[in-house]
Each structure stands twice: as structure tokens, then as C-alpha cells.
């Protein structure tokens, strides 16, 4: 047994070396392929927000103004071009911080409107990512 974890140890810093010297042991990639056709283009807006509101990065989202509302306790943010209506988009909301435990996501006058829950069901501030479809007509 602990021949064969050597032997595997060795294998793999071999492997890595080649890798690292520029060498690749999948050997020479062939043509490409053709080109299959074009898919459905349904990302129309995505985007990070921190947890005080500020867009990180965006897709088709209004950068100009904090999209925390401390009267609503949510987030609502302005997508440029896109008068958001839910039953029209899909929304995948995605929080990346760990003490969220839900949210959810609709519309309010025509902008996305995401609100954090923490374990107890109460409204919290956090880092999240969204991704906004159209859904085929």
C-alpha cells in the first residue's frame, strides 16, 4: 500500500512539472469543430450587490444610486432598458452571505425588488448575485 501511494505521488508531481514547464500530456488538440446554431440569448441583466447596497458589477443595471431602501427593508434596483414585471423574467437570486437563510424576489413599479431573510424571517442587509431571464414568448 504505501508503494503504491509513492508511486502515485511521484506520478503526480511528474504531472504537474510537465504542466507547470508548459508541456501537456493531452497531446495535440485537433480542428475545430462546426460551429452548432446559435442558442437563445435570455440573459437580459445580472449583477453583484453588497450588503449596503452599491452594485459591484452589473449587466443592463443602474449603477447610480444605493438600491438598499431602509423603508422597505429590501433591495430594489433599476434595470437599464427593462421595465422588470415577473411574470415576463425570471430571476435566480443567489446571497453569498452565510447568515441569510432565504429571499425572494418580485416587482415594485417596475423594478426588481430583492429582500434577505436571516433565520428568524426577519429582513437583513447582504452580498448577493442575481441573474435575470426573459422567459421565452
Request: aromatic fraction near 8%.
Amino acid at each position: 500500500m504505501m508503494r503504491k501511494r509513492v508511486s502515485l505521488a511521484i506520478m503526480m508531481v511528474v504531472l504537474l512539472t510537465a504542466t507547470v514547464a508548459g508541456f501537456s500530456c493531452a497531446g495535440k488538440q485537433g480542428p475545430q469543430g462546426e460551429q452548432g446554431p446559435e442558442g437563445p440569448n435570455m440573459i437580459v441583466a445580472m449583477g453583484a450587490i453588497s450588503s449596503s447596497g452599491t452594485v459591484v458589477q452589473g449587466y443592463n443595471v443602474d449603477t447610480g444610486e444605493s438600491t438598499w431602501k431602509e423603508e422597505q427593508q429590501a433591495y430594489l434596483i433599476t434595470l437599464t432598458g427593462i421595465n422588470y414585471s415577473w411574470p415576463e423574467y425570471i430571476t435566480i437570486v443567489t446571497p453569498t452571505s452565510h447568515w441569510v437563510t432565504a429571499c425572494g424576489n418580485t416587482d415594485v413599479e417596475g423594478q426588481l425588488y430583492v429582500r434577505l431573510l436571516d433565520s428568524d424571517g426577519n429582513p437583513i442587509q447582504g452580498y448577493f448575485t442575481f441573474v435575470v431571464l426573459q422567459v421565452p414568448s
